[in-house]
């Protein structure tokens, strides 16, 4: 982001020559001027952070018109508004003249303009009020006007507090900004002050040779596109691919089809890279990426449908690592769980890593280890659109191809795009696009539907792919900005991965579906149940 350099229009006298009364008197009659739809509109020079180019940004659902999006700045979520929709003032494309003006309010917040102007210093009685503003501007959004002697020139000075205030309800001067108030997920309390503990399993499934195998939830650490460049390591075991980085730090990578010794397969874009940790004893955790040929699903199943391995499964074939055997579809989809510890020559990870194995002492930096569970969260990532979301992965009960038609139910509430069975239970399925206001699409093999647990109910929702199960420090979560209407609380964090360029909206789950809706949704499904 370029910053530019603001001009003065008059010379002053030397700072040193006035006193600190007068210099505070002369820095509130600054302005910084700028033109949008052929207006010229000016804020007061003291509320001005910087100038910068317009940004990226990522646009949140169901937030105001005037919100362009949310753009990374320097590590910081900046909320980006565009002038020409504050003033309903007709919209052009971004050109290279375009800025945005960076205003501090506590928090910064961003204003795009079509181009700069200046910075004048104006005469308190050339402050004019705002009734003589012709009426197709919104007068409430503006302190006064500046006019030029002639009175051929008008520039409109700019509320900022109430223009913020207008799209925004955080509060002046509340400066949470880069700040992570957003706490991490947390088990389900059943009213005894103790989490409660369902009887359930959690597992990110996917697909090796045409057999499904799975992890539990609790081994992975995240979901990542196979690198472009992974370095080979001289005299390794067969089924170590070699080793790449991951966030500057060294991750070794297995092919479980060579470690089970299934026929081999190129690689290729399809390939997905599974970062599961592993114990290494009485040392920290280390993280091992173990290369399938596809992620399925992530399931939450009954325990009682996950039975042990039988022995002679266990003895044979070089299966040994796996774990149970999951039985799902009345015992027509057989998954094979697997158990990361023990999976892998912790002395050979050691050495692709460069650790030393007789030193004890490895610390946090060392290596490619385990995330401390209490500073991250663990997210399912999906996209709409050219956006990415992030829900909770205890909210997901799982993850489901959407097939070619969903049977449509007389009655059903108008936000319901269908229904399908889901073994055994009707499930309601609501387009995700469609509820975030945005353009609908054609059905493709990439979309799917995630069924989340809100308030006790499933409810299934069509989103365009799910692209990771991920664990993200707490630290780079910021608060939302609070967006003025109830919509708008649907995003209560951003993930601001700043390495990596990339912003993940994170959702409260119980906005997703409005209270009348909810209400609908339970009439609707007793319907459904009689």
Not at 140 to 157: E, F, N, P, R, W
Not at 186 to 192: H, L
């Amino acid at each position: 982001m370029a910053k530019i350099k603001l001009s003065v229009e008059a010379a002053d006298p030397p700072a040193t020559a006035r006193t600190p009364e007068e210099r505070e008197q002369d820095a509130s009659r600054q302005f910084v001027i700028f033109h949008s739809a052929g207006e010229m509109f000016a804020v007061p020079l003291a509320e001005v952070k910087e100038i910068i180019r317009v940004p990226d940004v990522v646009r949140m659902p169901l937030s105001p018109p005037a919100l362009l999006g949310l753009a990374n700045l320097r590590g910081t979520v900046l909320p980006v508004l565009d002038l020409r929709r504050l003033f309903n003032l007709p919209e052009v494309a971004v050109d290279d003249a375009s800025r945005v003006v960076v205003l501090d309010q506590g928090q910064p917040v961003g204003l795009m303009v079509d181009r700069m102007a200046n910075v004048v210093t104006v005469d308190a009685d050339r402050v004019e009020p705002v009734d003589r503003v012709r009426a197709t501007i919104d007068t409430d959004l503006l302190t006064g006007m500046i006019k030029d002697a002639d009175g051929s020139t008008i520039v409109m000075i700019i509320d900022v507090a109430r223009t913020i205030g207008r799209n925004f309800e955080v509060a002046a001067g509340r400066g949470t900004a880069g700040r992570s108030d957003v706490p991490p997920p947390s088990a389900a309390d059943d009213g005894t002050g103790q989490p409660e503990v369902a009887d359930e399993e959690q597992l990110v499934s996917f697909m090796v040779d045409g057999q499904e195998y799975a992890f539990p939830i609790g081994d992975v650490q995240e979901i990542v596109q196979l690198p472009g460049a992974i370095t080979p390591v001289p005299n390794a075991p067969a089924h170590v691919l070699g080793v790449t980085t991951l966030r500057s730090r060294i991750l070794p990578l297995v092919s479980l089809r060579a470690l089970f010794g299934m026929h081999d397969q190129a690689l290729s874009d399809a390939n997905k890279v599974v970062v599961v940790s592993v114990a290494d004893g009485e040392r920290e955790r280390v993280s091992v990426g173990v290369v399938m040929d596809m992620v399925k699903a992530v399931l939450r199943v009954n325990r009682a449908l996950v039975e042990p391995v039988p022995a002679t499964l266990g003895q044979s074939g070089g299966h040994g690592d796996i774990r149970s055997i999951c039985r799902l579809d009345e015992g027509r989809r057989l998954v094979s769980v697997l158990g990361a510890d023990g999976m892998f020559d912790l002395d050979v990870l050691r050495g692709l890593r460069g650790d030393d194995a007789t030193d004890a002492t490895t610390t946090q930096e060392d290596g490619f280890m385990a995330i401390d569970l209490a500073d991250d969260a663990q997210f399912v990532v999906f996209r709409l659109m050219d956006e990415e979301y992030g829900v909770p992965v205890e909210a997901v009960r799982e993850i489901v191809r959407v097939p070619d038609q969903l049977t449509r139910v007389p009655r059903a509430p108008a936000f319901v795009e269908g229904v399908i069975n889901l073994r055994g239970t009707v499930l309601p399925v609501i387009d995700q696009r469609r509820r975030f206001g945005l353009a609908e699409v054609e059905r493709s093999d990439r979309q799917r539907i995630m069924v989340f647990t809100i308030d006790g109910r499933d409810t299934g929702f069509i989103v365009d792919s799910v692209s990771e199960v991920r664990r993200i420090a707490t630290a780079v979560i910021s608060p939302a900005p609070e967006l003025s209407g109830e919509r708008g609380r649907v995003v209560q964090g951003v993930a601001n991965l700043h390495d990596q360029r990339r912003m993940i909206l994170l959702l409260d789950m119980t906005c997703l579906v409005e209270p009348e809706e909810d209400e609908a949704l339970s009439h609707f499904e007793e319907r459904l149940a009689a």
